[in-house]
């Protein structure tokens, strides 16, 4: 069994990644429909990176204007209004609080991995009474790899005994850069945005999470 387990968050624990993409779509609304395309095509192509690099590139590729920190600031403040309360009303990924559960019973150390701010998935963590099932909860703007390092660091982690899951290319990024086993959620529906023969699971499961 692993050592450790990284989660990712939006996707993974909390089915909330459509929240998000309305909330990011509603925010630049005011731009026209092709500026919301491009706004939501580059949210979901680049799931688990931080909403404020996203508003420096929509700022920068697609508005071509320049943005202050002080309205990146009031971005992330309307966002969060918009997204908050649809995250903490979001359905589990299937098999997800089962599979933390299962972990849990067996003692296996579990660490949030998440591109949300880090005050607001701690605070979402909390809420949702999901606080016990993990040892840290990390988030940005520390990016993954860091959050990674420092916790590998400090817990003097194996790499090859510590397993990333998530559902977005920065996190199988991650896991490939520190040579961690990886696990991606993807929704039935959905094509996988990984490379072939990568691990993949619709649902979580304790059972699937061993047989990697």
């Not at 991606?184 to 990568?198: H, I, L, M, Q, Y």
């Amino acid at each position: 069994m692993f050592q450790t387990i990284f989660f990712d968050f939006d996707g993974v624990i909390l089915d909330s990644v459509d929240v998000k993409t309305k909330a990011f779509a509603e925010l630049f609304a005011e731009y026209g429909p092709d500026i919301q395309q491009g706004v939501v095509d580059y949210h979901l192509k680049n799931g688990g990176i931080s909403r404020y690099e996203k508003f420096s590139y929509f700022y920068k590729e697609l508005l071509k204007q320049p943005l202050s920190e002080k309205q990146s600031i009031a971005l992330g403040d309307a966002f969060n209004q918009l997204a908050l309360q649809g995250v903490l009303n979001s359905p589990f990924i299937p098999g997800a609080e089962e599979t933390l559960q299962a972990l849990y019973a067996k003692h296996i150390p579990m660490f949030v991995v998440s591109g949300t701010p880090h005050d607001e998935v701690n605070a979402i963590v909390d809420k949702r009474g999901l606080r016990k099932y993990f040892k840290e909860v990390h988030g940005s703007p520390k990016t993954k790899a860091a959050i990674i390092d420092d916790l590998a660091c400090r817990y003097q982690f194996n790499a090859s005994q510590c397993l990333f899951v998530g559902d977005a290319m920065t996190d199988y990024d991650a896991a490939k850069a520190h040579k961690l086993p990886f696990l991606g959620v993807v929704k039935a529906d959905e094509r996988s945005p990984f490379p072939p023969n990568t691990n993949i699971c619709h649902r979580l499961s304790y059972q699937k999470i061993i047989e990697i």
